[in-house]
């Protein structure tokens, strides 16, 4: 890699090289070599807040549990999306946060409460479908809040209620369709305590080796990656001894930086770091006939996905999934 660690330094993480401009030059010298040693990089963008408008609509507007919303099965993922970005644009941040702490520690009296809420937001906003659609929930809690509670003796539903683990396996879905006839993989992830194990589980889970069955149809000829395919196992290791973890480290900080500088304006970024976040979203530019992402994804509100557009100089928002 372009530029040596300097002395005292026990591993390149990119937290150190975004401070300054020439640390934004050095790691832009630093993504050079990793996308010209490794290829692509693969990677997911999630927006906290929006996510949480996503969880909400996933937890109390499910056909499978109650009868109002028969008019928004789960394979209609874009009409979701759609109706998570306007709950993200109209409900109350306080509203959406409300919801993350009940859902970290849900029960039936919780949901309920936030519920009664979200109802009380729509209707003043004058959503009275939306609201009744919630309010077809308030009968059905119990099996919500039973369908919804994760966790036993090796693992926590604070763990399972996280973006970790979203953030994870759409990650691993990107990479298992683009092996497609390519080969197979495994996971090397560095040392985490808190999710390694889940992380190990949930992959074994929704692996399917060599299956062909493994998408779910979507509508306009999309399909989602429902199981792995060419996954074939997960390990920890010490990023000091993996040189590659620590090269995924710098993709996440650049990646993450980028993003925060599309919210906050990019005319606020040095030259350098634009050519930098540039070169760490270019993934986000290159899709298939359908116009879906290849290597990397964003699950963000509509209007973050213009910021981080207009970032990249593209006239075409990249599309969610």
């Known amino acids: 890699m372009a530029g040596r660690l300097k002395n005292g330094e026990s591993e390149l993480k990119g937290s150190?090289?975004?401070a300054s401009n020439a640390g934004q030059k050095r790691m832009y010298g630093l993504l050079t070599d990793v996308v010209g040693a490794f290829g692509t990089p693969f990677f997911v963008l999630m927006e906290r807040r929006f996510s949480i408008a996503a969880r909400l609509v996933d937890v109390f507007l499910d056909p499978a549990h109650q009868a109002a919303v028969d008019w928004l099965p789960t394979s209609a993922m874009e009409e979701r999306q759609e109706l998570s970005d306007l709950l993200h644009r109209e409900l109350p941040p306080s509203?959406?946060?409300?919801f993350a702490r009940a859902y970290r520690d849900p029960s039936a009296a919780a949901f309920e409460s936030v519920l009664k809420l979200v109802i009380g937001d729509l209707s003043r906003l004058r959503r009275p479908t939306l609201a009744s659609a919630f309010g077809g929930a308030l009968v059905s809690l119990e099996r919500i809040c039973a369908a919804e509670i994760r966790g036993d003796q090796t693992s926590t539903h604070g763990q399972w209620a996280g973006l970790n683990?979203?953030?994870?396996?759409h990650l691993l879905r990107y990479v298992d369709r683009w092996l497609d006839g390519r080969g197979t993989y495994a996971v090397v992830h560095d040392v985490t305590i808190e999710f390694q194990d889940l992380f190990e589980r949930l992959s074994g889970m929704i692996s399917l080796p060599g299956s062909a069955d493994v998408d779910f149809p979507l509508d306009r000829?999309?399909?989602?990656?429902a199981l792995l395919?060419?996954?074939t196992g997960f390990v920890t290791r010490d990023s000091l001894e993996e040189?590659?973890?620590q090269a995924a480290d710098l993709v996440a900080a650049s990646t993450g930086r980028a993003a925060k500088l599309a919210l906050n304006g990019a005319s606020a970024a040095t030259q350098e770091g634009r050519r930098m976040c540039k070169l760490a979203l270019s993934p986000l530019l290159q899709t298939d006939g359908l116009g879906e992402q290849i290597f990397a994804?964003?699950?963000a509100s509509r209007s973050t996905v213009s910021a981080i557009a207009r970032l990249?100089?593209?006239v075409r928002p990249a599309s969610r999934r």
């Open 95 to 98: 509203t959406l946060e409300f």
């Open 243 to 245: 040189s590659c973890l």
């Open 16 to 18: 150190r090289f975004l």
């Open 229 to 231: 395919r060419n996954f």
């Open 297 to 299: 994804g964003v699950f």
């Open 165 to 169: 683990i979203p953030a994870f396996i």
């Open 312 to 314: 990249l100089g593209d």
């Open 221 to 225: 000829g999309k399909s989602l990656r």
